[in-house]
């Protein structure tokens, strides 16, 4: 029986941390599959919906110590030629990318994550993501598409 409810606390845990990442990445819980038209891809720093390997974008995540940085929001984990953090839904119509790339990062000091992403949602400077930063679903001519397809 203790064993039981060991194994069941451990599970919620890893259950909890994985939606913790999903709130400190932009538009984490609405990164669209690489395949599926009209649905998200529930584990975005994965390699699929419900296996446990990291994507480019999740060794990128992991290793700026699970922060959306400034560099993770410049780099481009995939290598579509498209910014994380235009894929993940930044307008660069008013600021470029940098400028908004370090407004993200400096807050993480002064404000919560979710009140900045918050402030860019109603400052129309986050909208809905153009495709995952983790896989190559940008026909760019840089990459070709390498997810692993299949609803």
């Given at each position: 029986m203790f064993f039981k409810l060991l194994i069941w606390c451990l599970l919620v845990t890893v259950a909890h941390f994985h939606s913790w990442y999903k709130e400190h990445i932009l538009n984490g819980d609405r990164v669209p599959h690489p395949c599926c038209p009209g649905r998200v891809w529930s584990r975005v720093g994965h390699t699929g919906p419900s296996s446990t390997p990291l994507n480019d974008f999740g060794r990128d995540f992991q290793r700026s110590r699970h922060l959306f940085t400034k560099e993770l929001c410049l780099a481009d984990s995939d290598g579509d030629g498209i910014s994380n953090g235009v894929e993940l839904?930044?307008?660069?119509?008013?600021?470029?990318?940098?400028?908004?790339?370090?407004?993200?990062?400096?807050?993480?000091?002064?404000?919560?994550?979710?009140?900045?992403?918050?402030?860019?949602?109603?400052?129309k400077l986050l909208s809905t993501p153009i495709g995952h930063p983790g896989f190559c679903d940008q026909n760019t001519g840089r990459c070709q598409p390498n997810f692993p397809c299949g609803c």
């Open positions: 839904g930044l307008n660069t119509t008013v600021y470029d990318l940098p400028t908004l790339c370090h407004f993200i990062d400096s807050s993480h000091m002064s404000r919560k994550f979710e009140e900045v992403v918050l402030f860019l949602k109603r400052s």
